[in-house]
T-cell receptor, first 113, second 113 residues
Framework: AQSVAQPEDQVNVAEGNPLTVKCTYS??????LFWYVQYPNRGLQFLLK??????LVKGSYGFEAEFNKSQTSFHLKKPSALVSDSALYFC???????????FGKGNQVVVIP | DGGITQSPKYLFRKEGQNVTLSCEQN?????MYWYRQDPGQGLRLIYY???????QKGDIAEGYSVSREKKESFPLTVTSAQKNPTAFYLC????????????FGSGTQLSVL
């Protein structure tokens, strides 16, 4: 079975401060990891993915994520948050050869002006 | 949203009624997916289809039905057997059966009258 845990319901951060959204995963074999962002009443937009290679992955809108195999984590980060980053963020995982993604419950990010 | 169109944006269901949500994609993707989103629960897979005329149950298929008669279309029917249909429904597609990433539609909000 594959699963994702996003332990925080909401992350509040002041504009200009670093933003971190936490994600841990469980999967058999090598993981394929993803982050998506959702704005109100919209579908999910792809931010970044880790398949193999460098543990630090850079994605859209200045976001990056760090893969840590020993801690089974894939935390999303942004050095300086913007008010427009306020949205719902989903972490997802699938195992090699599995065509189904498992999503976390999502984290609401609120960036305070 | 990335060539996937969901309609309608809002839908209301009366007691005992079947309703159908539309999902059309012009991305020439083989695989299509239906997810249900409830607040605080993330996305749960209802049905998915890897090729035309074939589909598989996801984690919460009871009370739902789908068809895949054309590559570009994957409609979802919410039947009267689904006792708690109020949710946000998301359709997605990918360019092969083992997706590196999913492309999402903008969603349909279904409510019960």
């Amino acid at each position: 079975a594959q699963s994702v845990a996003q332990p925080e319901d909401q992350v509040n951060v002041a504009e200009g401060n670093p933003l971190t959204v936490k994600c841990t995963y469980s999967v058999s074999g090598n993981p394929y990891l993803f982050w998506y962002v959702q704005y109100p009443n919209r579908g999910l937009q792809f931010l970044l993915k880790y398949i193999t290679g460098d543990n630090l992955v850079k994605g859209s809108y200045g976001f990056e994520a760090e893969f840590n195999k020993s801690q089974t984590s894939f935390h999303l980060k942004k050095p300086s948050a913007l008010v427009s980053d306020s949205a719902l963020y989903f972490c997802a995982v699938r195992g090699y050869g599995n065509n189904r993604l498992a999503f976390g419950k999502g984290n609401q990010v609120v960036v305070i002006p | 949203d990335g060539g996937i169109t969901q309609s309608p944006k809002y839908l209301f269901r009366k007691e005992g009624q079947n309703v159908t949500l539309s999902c059309e994609q012009n991305l020439n993707h083989d695989a299509m997916y239906w997810y249900r989103q409830d607040p605080g629960q993330g996305l749960r897979l209802i049905y998915y289809s890897q090729i035309v005329n074939d589909f598989q149950k996801g984690d919460i298929a009871e009370g739902y039905s789908v068809s895949r008669e054309k590559k570009e279309s994957f409609p979802l029917t919410v039947t009267s057997a689904q006792k708690n249909p109020t949710a946000f429904y998301l359709c997605a597609s990918s360019n092969d059966p083992s997706p590196e990433k999913l492309f999402f539609g903008s969603g349909t909000q279904l409510s019960v009258l």
